[in-house]
């Protein structure tokens, strides 16, 4: 299970031999579509709207904002067919007029294949102007505007070799994955500071407002029309404020996508409510776009620190070093992005036309400098490597053997969860693994597919590490469950230390922590506080990580602390006992503000004497 589908590289745009025809014939159905559907909407309407448009999305549009649009401009072309009441509209469509509705709608269809992400965007373009058609008695157009996408998703699934059986298991675990995400993989503020941060945000939905009130007041729409645009912007708007306010670094995206949005709307009717949240909406979009400079971010990480960004901390130090490269970091995510994207796309179309294999070429020394970097042995049977670094061994010759969430960060449900700890304990399980315990966000390491932990320990036993790797090789026998013996259980205080009984060997918890009713609905529409847990040792030393709810609701390794691959090599090695000072001597978790507001203020806590070991 993962975000992306199995047309990812239309988005991503990375290069594979297998799937390398795929992505040329998918983005050039996308692109052809996306013109014809903008031709069509500017007709009759200013060339200046289609030209700022096409502008903006060149310097500002990321992929995932390119397809976003393109399903809400699809949509609104239907507005823009079923209209004015003259014959033009009112009249059949011509075979060539069906054949190029065909293939925008089958372009419509990709969209869910392409990420996780666009599945309610594309469930909303084809639901929404579907019941529209059939209200305004279009009813062969909704036909085909429902059935065509439909359709398209089913052959393109084919076409790209997948079991139609596993269609609706691809949906489930994008829904699996999306029920998550937000608690899971939302990031603080801590560079902007929160009350500038909350405040733009705010800018955002009162931008949102004057849309909507427009779309109520214009004199230029019917009734039905507004009916259909109003909750079509609403699902639209949600998928762009969920990803722009989940991780705040992509707070820009809101803005871009809020332009984009308002853009497409004025080839139907343009006021000044429109023009006025334009201009807001442009201006913060180029003031918020250097947040997303990965040099910016780099050079970030290198003056204060790898976990700055995720600490949650603001930090006012961190802004002023921000601003004074901010015309720097400007002009590379402006016109030098839109300048690299255009030079890609020429350098791939010559390595294509020119050298034939050039691409491929390529590809396969990349791969090789990947052995090269890190060789790997021939492994006699399949592989998996965990928490997230596939590489390594993809570039090799053994088998990968992935479980069903293959990056462990992303295991962030329960569900999720027990799926790959049933993986190990199965007869399909990988006959080795390789470890390297990273995380993401300053993340308690041995929460990221923690709930798999027993079943290593129990069906794996350890070969070698080497300084990067742990090497792990599965026994002749599988354990179906592990054996524990529970210790203690008690209802404890968010934000408050508790003191761990004494307890040899290993010692997993399990921690029940429930957000209140308006946590609920922060983690439904917005940024919810991030959970904090601070570890006190008994080597006196204090650490401080990030957790989330649902992953600490199925266990994780509380004591010894393991914070890296080396801790967690002494561990499974078993001819060396981690360090006295390791042991985990107290906790204490609360959000990082809010108090019992979103969060409950008390959490069930039990602890489990790992009996395998």
């Given at each position: 299970?993962?975000?992306?589908?199995?047309?990812?590289?239309?988005?991503?745009?990375?290069?594979?031999?297998?799937?390398?025809?795929?992505m040329?014939?998918?983005?050039?159905?996308?692109?052809?579509?996306?013109?014809?559907?903008?031709?069509?909407?500017?007709?009759?309407?200013?060339?200046?709207?289609?030209?700022?448009?096409?502008?903006?999305?060149?310097?500002?549009?990321?992929?995932?904002?390119?397809?976003?649009?393109?399903?809400?401009?699809?949509?609104?072309?239907?507005?823009?067919?079923?209209?004015?009441?003259?014959?033009?509209?009112?009249?059949?469509?011509?075979?060539?007029?069906?054949?190029?509705?065909?293939?925008?709608?089958?372009?419509?269809?990709?969209?869910?294949?392409?990420?996780?992400?666009?599945?309610?965007?594309?469930?909303?373009?084809?639901?929404?102007?579907?019941?529209?058609?059939?209200?305004?008695?279009?009813v062969?157009?909704?036909?085909?505007?429902?059935?065509?996408?439909?359709?398209a998703?089913?052959?393109?699934?084919?076409?790209?070799?997948?079991?139609?059986?596993?269609?609706?298991?691809?949906?489930?675990?994008?829904?699996?994955?999306?029920?998550g995400?937000?608690?899971?993989?939302?990031?603080?503020?801590?560079?902007?500071?929160?009350?500038?941060?909350?405040?733009?945000?705010i800018?955002?939905?009162?931008?949102?407002?004057?849309?909507?009130?427009?779309?109520?007041?214009?004199?230029?729409?019917k009734?039905?029309?507004?009916?259909?645009?109003?909750?079509?912007?609403?699902?639209?708007l949600?998928?762009?404020?969920?990803?722009?306010?989940?991780?705040?670094?992509?707070?820009?995206?809101?803005?871009?996508?809020?332009?984009?949005?308002?853009?497409?709307?004025?080839f139907?009717?343009?006021?000044?409510?429109?023009?006025?949240?334009?201009?807001?909406?442009?201006?913060?979009?180029?003031?918020?776009?250097?947040?997303?400079?990965?040099?910016?971010?780099?050079?970030?990480?290198?003056?204060?620190?790898?976990?700055?960004?995720?600490?949650?901390?603001?930090?006012?130090?961190?802004?002023?070093?921000?601003?004074?490269?901010?015309?720097?970091?400007?002009?590379?995510?402006?016109?030098?992005?839109?300048?690299?994207?255009?030079?890609?796309?020429?350098?791939?179309?010559?390595?294509?036309?020119?050298?034939?294999?050039?691409?491929?070429?390529?590809?396969?020394?990349?791969?090789e400098?990947?052995?090269?970097?890190?060789?790997?042995?021939?492994f006699?049977?399949?592989?998996?490597?965990?928490?997230?670094?596939?590489?390594?061994?993809?570039?090799?010759?053994?088998?990968?053997?992935?479980?069903?969430?293959?990056?462990?960060?992303?295991a962030?449900?329960?569900?999720?969860?027990?799926?790959?700890?049933?993986?190990?304990?199965?007869?399909?399980?990988?006959?080795?693994?390789?470890?390297?315990?990273?995380t993401i966000?300053?993340?308690?390491?041995?929460?990221d597919?923690?709930?798999?932990?027993?079943?290593?320990?129990?069906?794996?036993?350890?070969v070698?590490?080497?300084?990067?790797y742990?090497?792990?090789?599965?026994?002749?026998v599988?354990?179906?469950?592990?054996?524990?013996?529970?210790?203690?259980?008690?209802?404890?205080?968010?934000?408050?230390?508790?003191?761990?009984?004494?307890?040899?060997?290993?010692?997993?918890?399990?921690?029940?922590?429930?957000?209140?009713?308006?946590?609920?609905?922060?983690?439904?529409?917005?940024?919810?506080?991030?959970?904090?847990?601070?570890?006190?040792?008994?080597?006196g030393?204090?650490?401080?990580?990030?957790?989330?709810?649902?992953?600490?609701?199925?266990?994780?390794?509380?004591?010894?602390?393991?914070?890296?691959?080396?801790?967690?090599?002494?561990?499974?090695?078993?001819?060396?006992?981690?360090?006295?000072?390791?042991?985990?001597?107290?906790?204490?978790?609360?959000?990082?503000?809010?108090?019992s507001?979103?969060?409950?203020?008390?959490?069930?806590?039990?602890?489990?004497?790992?009996?395998?070991?």
């Amino acid at each position: 299970l993962f975000t992306y589908g199995p047309y990812a590289f239309i988005c991503t745009r990375h290069y594979h031999p297998a799937t390398d025809q795929r992505m040329m014939w998918g983005s050039l159905l996308v692109g052809v579509s996306y013109m014809a559907a903008l031709l069509f909407l500017a007709r009759g309407r200013s060339r200046s709207i289609m030209l700022m448009l096409l502008l903006f999305l060149a310097t500002f549009g990321s992929p995932e904002l390119l397809l976003l649009s393109y399903a809400f401009l699809l949509a609104v072309c239907v507005l823009k067919r079923t209209g004015p009441e003259d014959p033009a509209n009112a009249s059949a469509l011509r075979w060539w007029q069906v054949v190029a509705v065909t293939l925008m709608l089958s372009a419509l269809g990709c969209l869910p294949l392409v990420k996780g992400s666009l599945l309610l965007p594309y469930a909303g373009a084809v639901a929404i102007p579907s019941a529209f058609l059939f209200y305004r008695s279009r009813v062969r157009l909704g036909l085909l505007f429902l059935g065509i996408p439909i359709a398209a998703t089913a052959a393109l699934w084919g076409i790209a070799g997948q079991s139609y059986a596993n269609l609706p298991a691809f949906l489930r675990g994008t829904t699996l994955l999306a029920s998550g995400y937000t608690e899971a993989m939302s990031t603080p503020w801590t560079i902007l500071p929160r009350l500038m941060g909350e405040g733009l945000v705010i800018v955002s939905l009162s931008v949102s407002a004057m849309i909507v009130l427009s779309i109520i007041r214009s004199t230029e729409l019917k009734v039905a029309s507004k009916w259909m645009l109003v909750p079509l912007f609403a699902v639209f708007l949600l998928v762009a404020f969920k990803h722009g306010i989940v991780k705040v670094e992509c707070l820009s995206d809101i803005f871009s996508s809020l332009t984009v949005f308002i853009l497409i709307i004025a080839f139907l009717y343009l006021d000044r409510y429109l023009i006025w949240s334009l201009s807001v909406v442009m201006l913060l979009t180029a003031a918020t776009a250097v947040r997303r400079d990965r040099e910016l971010n780099n050079e970030v990480h290198e003056r204060f620190g790898a976990g700055v960004t995720w600490s949650g901390e603001s930090r006012a130090d961190i802004l002023k070093f921000c601003m004074e490269r901010a015309v720097g970091a400007y002009s590379r995510t402006t016109y030098k992005s839109t300048w690299n994207t255009y030079r890609g796309a020429w350098e791939g179309l010559r390595l294509r036309l020119a050298k034939g294999n050039g691409l491929e070429d390529r590809f396969r020394r990349g791969m090789e400098e990947i052995r090269i970097a890190y060789p790997l042995p021939d492994f006699q049977g399949s592989g998996d490597v965990y928490t997230y670094e596939t590489s390594v061994l993809l570039a090799s010759n053994n088998e990968w053997n992935p479980r069903p969430v293959f990056q462990s960060y992303t295991a962030y449900t329960p569900v999720l969860a027990r799926l790959n700890e049933q993986h190990l304990r199965g007869p399909d399980a990988p006959d080795w693994v390789l470890i390297d315990l990273q995380t993401i966000e300053g993340r308690l390491p041995s929460l990221d597919d923690g709930a798999s932990w027993p079943a290593l320990f129990d069906n794996y036993s350890f070969v070698s590490y080497d300084g990067h790797y742990v090497l792990m090789r599965r026994g002749p026998v599988i354990q179906a469950q592990s054996n524990y013996s529970q210790i203690h259980t008690e209802a404890c205080r968010t934000g408050q230390t508790f003191s761990l009984p004494q307890a040899d060997g290993l010692l997993f918890a399990e921690v029940d922590l429930k957000p209140t009713l308006l946590g609920r609905l922060l983690l439904a529409f917005f940024n919810p506080p991030q959970l904090h847990i601070v570890i006190g040792l008994a080597s006196g030393k204090t650490e401080h990580y990030r957790v989330t709810s649902n992953m600490m609701e199925t266990g994780f390794l509380l004591s010894p602390f393991i914070s890296n691959t080396k801790d967690f090599a002494v561990l499974v090695d078993g001819r060396k006992n981690p360090e006295e000072e390791e042991k985990v001597k107290t906790i204490s978790i609360a959000p990082a503000y809010g108090g019992s507001l979103f969060w409950s203020g008390t959490y069930a806590l039990t602890l489990k004497r790992y009996a395998g070991r």
